[in-house]
């Protein structure tokens, strides 16, 4: 068992540590030199800095690193204990430290009926499975005995975020129902979900970690008085669904206590589509898709958990991260879906990556004197190329950045998807080459000049399945980690959101609504 707390390297902050001043010599080595230079001095060098992870494979070939940085990083890393402190997050330890609870949602990926996952989690997956199914045959009907054809999800965050990235992400639903999804408090999300839906025809599914959160309640509030003013009048409770931590909380507010699936408490709410909060997943594609999504997770915790650290691709990016922010002093870093289905990534790894490294204290509470996670953001490509490229090309500050590709577009006989994996591509060549690559097309305009050297990682899933998708994800939610336990934060607590909540439950108390 780790001590989370006070390892005794923790004495210091990582700044301290040698390892860390060696990169700062590491990055001034840089100075002179180009992403270009690295590539001539070494014909290998894509190959080289090219690893896979089953079917995922990371190209970092277009990075400020090279054998003596990565060297670096890679001491950085266990000077850090971050094989321990990965174990101690596999095996369910207490790594919540403020919230004193582990944060074991790659349990909820393991296989059912594997003996290291507790009975419980196993029955409450077999159920709600087991509802989606229904749902999707017709078995489950409304209360007038009209199979559902529509379900409505309200949530918030993440109880919104993942399942409304993976439902989008695995294309058309495979059956009758049509998934809608609504989180903003705004009128006009839950009216555009509900239009041209029948209310017998309706399911709502109200997913909440809490059973508190003000949107998703005042959300399920007013979709209850939609039903209650069908024209053919219904039973409400027959057409409510909850997924929640807390129950009683539920049953409280009128839902059906059969009506209703939990998830444990020590699954954080970003961390959540694995668990029953993936109902919508289920619905839409069916239940064998959202077993694939999560044994396409759980490649990844196994390989996170048991290749060496040199291959590891979360450690590699988690300490790519770590590389531009503290000593490149980047402050934002992108990512480009080059897959309309992936349109819903940047605010989902928004969520994943700024909840959970948006910190300022370490694990002990002390200030931190080093940055931490920088601003995610991005957009879908090729779209993003027309809008937001000219600040990756010529801004005067970078953010390096991921472009998510799919390959069998590359391959495909379908022009426009051949078209859009060269883009990405060829959008990455130019931020690491800048203009120079243009060769006679150079213009020697002073505004024309992209200076290159401007880092990018290609991220490649075979095809956009459910099995590629879970991978994707568990290597996102992997690399915070590393970065977390290099920054020695708490990657799993969200304080910082509660002050403005309170707050506006003060503004509440005084003038109440
Ligand atoms: O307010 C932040 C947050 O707690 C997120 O961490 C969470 O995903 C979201 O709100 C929704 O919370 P809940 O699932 O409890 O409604």
Not at 33 to 61: C, E, M, N, Y
Not at 207 to 229: G, H, P, Q, Y
Not at 367 to 372: G, N, V, W
Request: proline content about 6%; charged content about 20%.
């Amino acid at each position: 068992m780790v001590n989370i707390n006070s390892h005794e390297f923790m004495e210091s902050s990582p700044s301290e540590l040698p390892q860390w001043q060696a990169l700062e010599e590491w990055r001034r080595s840089f100075a002179s030199r180009t992403i270009a230079s690295l590539f001539k001095v070494d014909p290998g060098r894509q190959q080289r800095w090219s690893f896979s992870a089953g079917s995922v494979h990371i190209d970092v070939s277009r990075n400020w690193i090279d054998e003596n940085t990565f060297g670096a990083l890679l001491t950085l890393a266990r000077a850090r204990d971050l094989e321990k402190m990965r174990d101690a997050l596999l095996n369910g330890e207490a790594v919540n430290t403020t919230e004193h609870r582990p944060a074991w949602h790659t349990a909820l990926r393991t296989p059912p009926g594997d003996p290291s996952v507790a009975r419980s989690l196993d029955e409450e997956q077999r159920l709600f499975l087991g509802f989606a199914e229904a749902l999707r045959s017709g078995r489950i009907q409304g209360s007038t005995g009209a199979p559902f054809d529509t379900v409505v999800c309200i949530g918030m965050g993440g109880s919104d975020l993942g399942p409304r990235l993976v439902a989008e992400a695995l294309g058309e639903p495979s059956g009758p129902v049509h998934v809608r999804f609504v989180s903003n408090l705004d009128p006009v999300e839950l009216f555009t979900a509900l239009q041209g839906a029948r209310p017998e025809a309706t399911l709502v599914l109200a997913i909440s970690k809490t059973f508190t959160t003000l949107e998703t309640l005042e959300n399920l509030r007013v979709a209850r008085n939609w039903f209650d003013a069908a024209a053919r009048p219904l039973d409400a409770t027959h057409h409510i669904v909850a997924v929640t931590a807390h129950p009683d909380r539920a049953t409280k507010l009128g839902v059906h206590p059969k009506r209703i699936f939990v998830f444990p408490e020590w699954v954080g709410g970003r961390y959540s589509l694995w668990s029953a909060c993936g109902l919508p997943i289920a619905i839409a594609h069916g239940h064998e898709a959202f077993l694939q999504l999560r044994a396409g997770a759980a490649e990844m915790d196994a390989h996170f958990a048991q290749a060496p650290l040199e291959t590891n691709l979360p450690v590699i990016l988690g300490l790519l991260g770590v590389w531009y922010v503290n000593f490149w002093n980047a402050r934002a870093r992108a990512v480009f879906p080059y897959a309309q289905r992936l349109r819903n990534l940047p605010p989902y790894l928004q969520q994943l990556e700024m909840e959970s490294l948006g910190k300022r204290v370490d694990v002990d509470g002390r200030p931190l004197t080093i940055d931490t996670g920088p601003v995610v953001w991005g957009e879908v490509g090729t779209a993003a190329q027309h809008s937001v490229f000219q600040f990756m090309h010529q801004g005067t500050h970078w953010s390096p950045a991921d472009f998510v590709v799919i390959a069998e577009h590359a391959r495909s006989d379908e022009r426009r998807y051949r078209l859009l994996h060269a883009s990405a591509i060829a959008q990455a060549d130019a931020l690491a080459w800048g203009d120079s690559v243009l060769g006679g097309e150079r213009s020697s305009a002073a505004h024309a000049i992209a200076p290159g050297g401007r880092p990018s990682n290609i991220i490649s899933l075979p095809q956009l399945d459910a099995r590629s998708v879970g991978a994707l994800l568990a290597l996102f939610e992997q690399r915070t980690f590393v970065q977390s336990v290099i920054w020695n934060i708490n990657a799993f607590d969200q304080w910082g959101v509660e002050v403005g909540k309170k707050l506006l439950q003060q503004r509440l108390d005084r003038e109440p609504f």
